[in-house]
T-cell receptor
Framework: DSGVTQTPKHLITATGQRVTLRCSPR?????VYWYQQSLDQGLQFLIQ???????AKGNILERFSAQQFPDLHSELNLSSLELGDSALYFC???????????FGDGTRLSIL | GQNIDQPTEMTATEGAIVQINCTYQTSGFNGLFWYQQHAGEAPTFLSY????GLEEKGRFSSFLSRSKGYSYLLLKELQMKDSASYLCAVRRLGSNDYKLSFGAGTTVTVRA
């Protein structure tokens, strides 16, 4: 158990819809990272937050947004969903940007 | 950007040794990580190298040569449970943040 909690574990929805994925980092970790993993793409970095502030952006679509709240949990919002958004979405946390990242179990998103 | 290359697949026998190579090209190199990922599960942190040389952790060892842009993960005394994907990840220091980029992963199959 990494200590990173993600909910829900599975999500099934339709094209055009909007969903919110939630992540609670390990106790004491200030940095939260979001990744997308699809079968043909590997782990792709989306976005990073540190203590409530956006720190780095990767290959995140404009239809996606995220935030980190004062209690350090984070949410990833995906809107106008397309079939290609079907993937595993992982959240990771670390004590600092220079520390190893520890991953949650992921949310499997299926778009029908 | 950066290129991270590792073999797609490797097969080995239970009890044997397997070496997974990773080569990378990046600016601002700031460390290399190895993660293990079983199918459909979260990546699990295995090892971290920032200086040249060998880091040993039980049955797993990781080596880094920064001048050659090269790392390897050595798995000894292979067990069936070691069948998984092994991800090489390179951390790069940007203007004010660290970014972690993952290779596509090497699927290791351990046979009896």
């Amino acid at each position: 158990d990494s200590g990173v909690t993600q909910t829900p574990k599975h999500l099934i929805t339709a094209t055009g819809q909007r969903v919110t994925l939630r992540c609670s980092p390990r106790s004491g970790d200030l940095s939260v990272y979001w990744y997308q993993q699809s079968l043909d793409q590997g782990l792709q970095f989306l976005i990073q937050y540190y203590n409530g502030e956006e720190r780095a952006k990767g290959n995140i679509l404009e239809r996606f947004s995220a935030q980190q709240f004062p209690d350090l949990h984070s949410e990833l919002n995906l809107s106008s969903l397309e079939l290609g958004d079907s993937a595993l979405y992982f959240c990771a946390s670390s004590a600092g940007a220079d520390q190893p990242q520890h991953f949650g179990d992921g949310t499997r998103l299926s778009i029908l | 950007g950066q290129n991270i290359d590792q073999p797609t697949e490797m097969t080995a026998t239970e009890g044997a040794i397997v070496q997974i190579n990773c080569t990378y090209q990046t600016s601002g190199f700031n460390g290399l990580f190895w993660y293990q990922q079983h199918a459909g599960e979260a990546p699990t942190f295995l090892s971290y190298n920032v200086l040249d040389g060998l880091e040993e952790k039980g049955r797993f060892s990781s080596f880094l040569s920064r001048s050659k842009g090269y790392s390897y993960l050595l798995l000894k005394e292979l067990q069936m449970k070691d069948s998984a994907s092994y991800l090489c990840a390179v951390r790069r220091l940007g203007s004010n943040d660290y970014k972690l980029s993952f290779g596509a992963g090497t699927t290791v199959t351990v046979r009896a």
